[in-house]
């Protein structure tokens, strides 16, 4: 991204942003309530904002795009609020996940590795989604992203609401899908400690501007820069 | 005593029929784009016109009750295209007067190709097929009914492309953002539900006999049937259908004649909606605060 | 659903209320209103007698216009079956004067009168139903009305099929006006009281507690206001208007009969008030000119598809000017700046996701 602005209707929320996610590496986005982290990313997918700049993806142009080309390209996105269609059952979220996509005879496998990802939805297929706890309709809400077979995932504070050791745990799918299948991932996280133990590059931004960023292994061991603006 | 009022009821679930598809049609358009379409009637009453002319130039009547559907299908696909989006960011009260100038062009047009004249529209059931109870084109219309909301199920059940309009329309964010192009699935779904009202149109005329105002009452009926069954659901709308048919000949058998047996029918419709605000079977309302 | 339908519903009319309802607080100079009235009062002596009639109808229809926009735009109450309270007026003028010895002009608040009981009465169970489940139940009342005017059972009162002929009357003694001239500036008369009332109505705090009642009733209930009782009562008001038209239009066609107030009545107001714009009062004038000349029009344009043409120019209306003539008006006089700056509208809230996301509240 480059020279980002993005405004909802009127009102801009972020300015100038200049942001790139590494191929194949895990990107984190941190920042307070309100500063714009979400915003970043419905930018990257259109969703409901007005955008100025440059959004590359793979060195295409993007911004601009209809919703459902980006996706097509291969950029999943899981929203905040987690976005599982509830009147639909588990297993029909994940199918829908895979329903634009070409190769029809690997689904059933892939809808296999992600049950293995999470085995509670694997128990849970025929269940209405609206009847799951919260961990596993983010479970869900990442699995069915995975379902695209994308190329970068987008993450919006998976973490959000959930008891600790679900959270480790879907961290720990975070990892594996990075490391198993290549998947670029940009991670936007209230929960700093996890996220960069996780990522390998941090942004940080503060009301609509980075104020930050570089490469976590840095970032984590300067303590006053942790103490400044991560408080801890 | 007992016979009268069998034939009273199957009756009345034949003619329920109709309303049931036309419900389900509404219901199907509300829940993509939460507006009801005043023109539903309209646009089915055209389709069974074209499938009229086409009988009359000689086309078996189940090809032209097939192609028929496919003009309900693609017309139903261009009025939302070509029209219902312009009006999107629209505010409802808007909205709803375009439907009713739909309402108005249609009726209109259809007065101008095929007249205003009353015609008759032949039925494919051999009278052989009817019963002390029911005349065979009932038995027809309930079986015709049945195996359609058979098939839309089975479609929007079990296949990718039904879970796909399904999905777009519970949550169109949602579904962009696994790449469903919900503007494509909008369309699909006025054209299938345009195939459902020509369905219930073409099963009606032999009926009401063929005039440009004769899904009128139908239409209000279809309506109702809607509301009854929980205007966010499908099936009850279907079931609502025949429910409202029911009631419809019950009341004018026995309360009243003919002459207000749609006020009477109506009038029990807002009572059970008073008392049942969300519909006999639909989710009840809830208000955010 | 219904709770995010019903909330887009009236956060987006709130947003347009701020636009059109500003016309109608806007303390309209009296010197445009005198200027407005004055000129209407000339029509009947520069006009033929047959555009006498249209334009009395325009009147009459802006009364009944300007009641379904109290209770559809400012209230929030949608309604698709005024053509019964229209009805209602005409034919209560039509058997006072017929079987009673009521001066025509008593006729007239009498009509209003019942309509406003009538409508009150149907107010208090509508209060449980909201947007379709209201559309349908006042449609019903609409569909209703003539099966009831024809039922055999009420012919001695109405005349059943075949109506009420109304018999004529001369202006009174000492006015050197013909009869239909009379009638016109009987009925100017009629509208600017109606109006004046609306305005006044709708400027207090009656005005703001009816329209909190549409943005938001649940803070309206919390801030004390008596929702059943409001609702109720600017049904009954809103009856009444339409009411007050009804028996005018009696005295003016000197016929009624049931076939003459079909559903295509109600549905005719609503597309009236909708294009004039629904939350304005200026909107009604507008309105009731766009349905008592846009058919003529029509019709000179096609004889064969002339519901067809009309059906197109609502569209047509509707696409360029979606908060109605009024609103489109409002917007032009803002554009041209005509208004200062802090008239401008609020910043518009964060547009929610869609109804599978949570929306979270942002603690800035």
């Known amino acids: ?232 | ?289 | 659903m219904e709770g995010t339908v019903q909330h887009a519903v009236e956060s987006e009319s709130a947003r347009l209320a701020h636009a059109a309802g500003r016309a109608a607080r806007q303390p309209l100079s009296t010197v445009g209103v005198v200027l407005l009235l004055t000129a209407a009062a000339l029509i009947p002596f520069v006009v033929s007698s047959f555009y006498l009639l249209q334009f009395t109808m325009v009147v009459i229809t802006s009364i009944a216009l300007l009641g379904l926009n109290l209770l559809t735009g400012y209230n929030g109450q949608i309604s698709l079956g005024h053509g019964a309270f229209y009805a209602i007026g005409a034919y209560t003028t039509a058997i006072l004067l017929e079987q009673t010895a009521v001066p025509y002009w008593a006729t007239i608040p009498i009509a209003g009168g019942i309509c406003l009981v009538v409508g009150f009465l149907f107010g208090l169970p509508a209060l449980r139903l909201e947007g379709h489940y209201l559309a349908l139940s006042t449609f019903t009342l609409a569909v209703a009305t003539p099966q009831l005017l024809k039922f055999h059972a009420l012919e001695p009162w109405t005349g059943g099929v075949q109506g009420i002929y109304v018999s004529t009357f001369a202006a009174p003694p000492g006015v050197p006006l013909a009869w239909d001239q009379w009638l016109y500036l009987l009925s100017l008369s009629a509208a600017a009281v109606m109006f004046l009332l609306a305005c006044n109505l709708l400027r207090g705090s009656t005005g703001l507690a009816i329209t909190a009642i549409r943005d938001n009733p649940i803070a309206a209930v919390s801030m004390g206001i008596n929702l059943p009782l409001y609702k109720s009562a600017t049904f009954g008001i809103s009856a009444m208007y339409t009411g007050v038209a009804g028996a005018l239009a009696a005295l003016v066609t000197q016929f009624v009969a049931p076939d003459s107030y079909s559903i295509f009545l109600s549905l005719g107001f609503l597309v009236g008030s909708v294009i004039g714009g629904v939350t304005s009062i200026s909107g009604a004038i507008f309105g009731a000119l766009f349905i008592q000349f846009v058919p003529n029009f029509a019709d000179q344009i096609s004889k064969a598809v002339t519901w067809a043409v009309y059906g197109s120019f609502i569209i047509g209306f509707a696409a360029l000017a979606p908060t109605g003539i009024a609103g489109f008006l409002t917007t032009i006089v803002r554009r041209l700046g005509l208004y200062s700056k802090a008239h401008q509208g609020p910043v518009p809230p964060l547009p929610r996701l869609g109804s599978g996301f949570e929306l979270r509240k942002r603690s800035k």
């Open chain 2, 1 to 289: 005593m007992m016979d009268a009022f069998l034939h009273q009821f199957l009756s009345g679930l034949a003619n329920g029929s109709i309303y049931a598809s036309i419900g389900l049609a509404l219901v199907m358009i509300f829940q993509s784009t939460h507006h009801i379409n005043f023109a539903q009637g309209e646009q089915a009453m055209f389709s069974a016109y074209v499938a009229l002319t086409l009988i009359k130039a000689g086309f078996p009547y189940w090809a032209a009750f097939v192609l028929a559907l496919g003009f309900a299908f693609v017309s139903g696909m261009a009025i939302e295209r070509l029209i219902i989006r312009r009006f999107n960011r629209a505010p409802v009260l808007t909205v709803v007067i375009v439907f009713l100038g739909l309402l108005f062009i249609i009726n209109s047009l259809a007065g101008w190709l095929f007249t205003y004249n009353v015609q008759t529209f032949p039925s494919p059931f051999p009278p052989g097929l009817g019963n002390r109870f029911l005349a065979a084109h009932e038995i027809g219309m309930i079986a015709v009914t049945l195996v359609m909301l058979l098939l839309i199920f089975l479609f929007f059940r079990y296949t990718s492309l039904g879970l796909m309009m399904r999905a777009a329309a519970y949550n169109p964010d949602a579904s962009r953002l696994v790449g469903i192009r919900v503007s494509h699935m909008l369309a699909l779904g006025w054209g299938v539900a345009g195939a459902i009202g020509a369905v219930a149109a073409i099963m009606a005329a032999p009926i009401v006999y063929m005039e440009p105002n004769m899904m009128g009452g139908v239409l209000l009926y279809g309506f109702a049937a809607a509301l009854l069954g929980g205007i966010n659901n499908p099936w009850g709308a279907a079931v609502g259908g025949f429910l409202v048919g029911v009631i419809e000949n019950l009341a004018g058998a026995y309360v009243v004649g003919t002459e207000l047996k749609l006020s009477v029918a109506l009038i029990i419709i807002v009572v059970v909606l008073v008392t049942s605000p969300a519909g006999l079977f639909g989710r009840p309302i809830v208000t955010r605060v």
């Open chain 1, 1 to 232: 991204m480059r020279q980002v602005s993005v405004a909802y209707g009127q009102s801009r929320v972020v300015h100038d942003l200049d942001l790139s996610v590494i191929e194949g590496e895990i990107t984190t986005l941190l920042g307070a309530n309100g500063a714009g982290k979400t915003t970043v990313l419905r930018a990257i997918s259109n969703m409901h904002v007005r955008v100025s700049g440059e959004i590359r993806f793979s060195g295409q142009r993007i911004d601009g795009w209809q919703t459902e080309d980006i996706v097509r390209l291969g950029i999943g996105h899981v929203p905040e609020g987690r976005g599982t269609i509830t009147q639909l059952t588990v297993e029909e979220n994940l199918t829908l996940g895979a329903c634009t996509r070409g190769d029809r005879n690997s689904v059933a496998g892939d809808l296999e590795r992600v049950y293995s990802y999470f085995p509670r939805l694997k128990e849970r297929r025929r269940q209405q989604s609206g009847t799951l706890s919260g961990g596993e309709q983010q479970m869900l809400a990442i699995g069915r992203a995975l379902m695209l077979k994308p190329k970068f995932l987008l993450l919006d504070e998976p973490s959000f609401g959930l008891a600790p050791l679900v959270v480790r745990e879907i961290f720990g799918i975070l990892r594996r899908i990075n490391m198993e299948d290549a998947v670029s991932i940009l991670l936007v996280e209230q929960n700093a400690s996890l996220a960069l133990d996780l990522a390998r590059d941090v942004y940080l931004l503060e009301t609509g501007r980075v104020v930050l960023n570089g490469p976590t292994s840095i970032v984590k061991n300067n303590a006053s820069v942790r103490r400044a603006y991560l408080g801890y």
